[in-house]
């Protein structure tokens, strides 16, 4: 499974950026029944979690730091892409972002540990000057 994420960038604070995520490969694999989150490094620190939807769909997770100015969905119900928009960009919002998934754990929540998730995407550098 291979997971490609882009859409980062340089913006101002206040800004907005869309990240996306794709994922395909895997022979007869499908998608729907993943749990996918974005997680995001700013330098010198570790990776945190920051936004992600269930394996039913259903739950949706949020870091506290960036509830009500991101919100993370999919393009369908297949799951195959999944987005990021980020609203009311802030300098503390920089790094690099990745998307993660995985087939396995519960169906109405999502692990905020990034052990926890199977695949990973490359990551996109997102910038937020002041």
């Known amino acids: 499974v291979q997971l490609q994420a882009s859409g980062g960038g340089l913006v101002q604070a206040g800004g907005s950026l869309r990240l996306s995520c794709e994922a395909s490969g895997g022979t007869f694999r499908t998608f729907n029944d993943d749990a996918v989150a974005w997680f995001r490094q700013a330098p010198g620190k570790e990776r945190e979690f920051v936004a992600g939807i269930s394996r039913s769909g259903r739950a949706l997770s949020y870091a506290d730091s960036v509830k009500g100015r991101f919100t993370i969905s999919t393009r369908d119900t297949a799951k195959k892409t999944v987005y990021l928009q980020m609203n009311s960009l802030k300098p503390e919002d920089t790094g690099v972002y990745y998307c993660?998934?995985?087939?396995?754990?519960?169906?109405?929540?999502?692990?905020?540990?990034?052990?926890?998730?199977?695949?990973w995407g490359q990551g996109t550098l997102v910038t937020v000057s002041s």
């Open positions: 993660a998934r995985t087939a396995r754990g519960p169906q109405n929540s999502n692990s905020k540990r990034a052990l926890d998730y199977s695949y």
